[in-house]
């Protein structure tokens, strides 16, 4: 091999690592299958209770929302399975 | 035996010769194969002319691929982008992928191209063709540089007057020998030895 065909060789190596990590896109137009929609918070549970056990349940929850704490009170009791 | 099935592709890269090697692939076999092609219109050769009646599925960008899958089957795939290339890599047997290197920027599109092919299916073959012959050790050299393409086979098909009936006379070099005695002892030397390597390779008997 001449020394001009290995200058040339060594390009084409060059260039051939260079895009060793690049791909093509052989499917530019294919849509991705969409992710099955999260379910979202949409159904209310409620409950009348009396005006002092509201207050009372107001000084323990602090700066978290109603609706959160009741939530997480709701899973726990799904997750022991009706337990208290 | 079991049915072959054949992607000749090479992404979005035009005359590089698929549709020169899907056709002289399905017009020597011995065994019949289905041919499907994306594109019709921009195809080397009249395919509609040439490809028996009832052989030929034509499925456009957008379709479904809706066929009997039973059957040998060359994807005559490429020049455009088409939705469903990796899909079709994934289900067959052998990916070729052909390259005529004119200048770099067929090899770095090739790359680019196996980059992703490989992972869809590693099955493959490189076929270099239409390559000036002092090219063709260097973009062999250059391509086995990546440890990644090591397993790749690399075939060539020399540069030819005679490729060029297929496009204009819509004769293989196969039935060019056959016609012509000086014709068979001048291809006989180089590319028909270099075509049946690449049907020995696919394990198509002619």
């Known amino acids: 091999m001449t020394k001009l065909k290995e200058a040339k060789l060594k390009k084409m190596q060059e260039k051939v690592m260079q895009e060793s990590h690049t791909k093509a896109n052989l499917t530019p137009n294919k849509k991705q299958p969409n992710k099955p929609l999260e379910e979202k918070r949409s159904v209310k549970v409620m409950s009348n209770i009396r005006p002092s056990e509201k207050e009372a349940f107001i000084a323990l929850i602090g700066r978290e929302s109603e609706s959160n704490v009741l939530r997480d009170l709701v899973l726990k009791f799904i997750e022991r399975k009706g337990e208290l | ?206």
Not at chain 2, 95 to 112: A, F, G
Not at chain 2, 172 to 183: H, I, Q, W
Not at chain 2, 187 to 202: A, D, G, R, S, V
Request: hydrophobic share 40%; glycine share 4%.
């Open chain 2, 1 to 206: 035996m079991t049915n072959k099935t054949i992607l000749i592709n090479n992404g979005n890269l035009g005359r590089m010769g698929k549709t020169m090697l899907s056709y002289t692939l399905y017009k020597t076999s011995k065994a019949p194969f289905k041919y499907v092609t994306n594109d019709l219109e921009n195809a080397s050769i009249d395919l509609v002319k040439n490809v028996k009646n009832g052989d030929l599925f034509h499925f456009p960008n957008g379709t479904e691929i809706d066929m009997d899958f039973e059957d040998n089957i060359i994807f005559d795939f490429g020049g455009k982008p088409d939705d469903r290339l990796i899909d079709v890599a994934e289900f067959v047997d052998m990916i070729i992928v052909p390259i005529s290197y004119q200048s770099d920027s067929e090899l770095e599109l090739t790359v680019r191209n196996l980059n992703t092919l490989i992972e869809a299916n590693p099955n493959i073959v490189v076929l270099i063709n239409n390559t000036d012959p002092s090219d063709i050790k260097l973009v062999t050299a250059a391509l086995k540089f990546n440890p990644a393409f090591k397993s790749i086979k690399i075939l060539i098909i020399n540069h030819s007057k005679y490729i060029r009936r297929l496009a204009n006379d819509g004769l293989t070099v196969f039935e060019v020998a056959e016609r012509n005695k000086g014709d068979a002892t001048r291809l006989n030397k180089t590319i028909i030895p270099q075509f049946k390597e690449l049907f020995k390779h696919l394990e198509i008997n002619i």
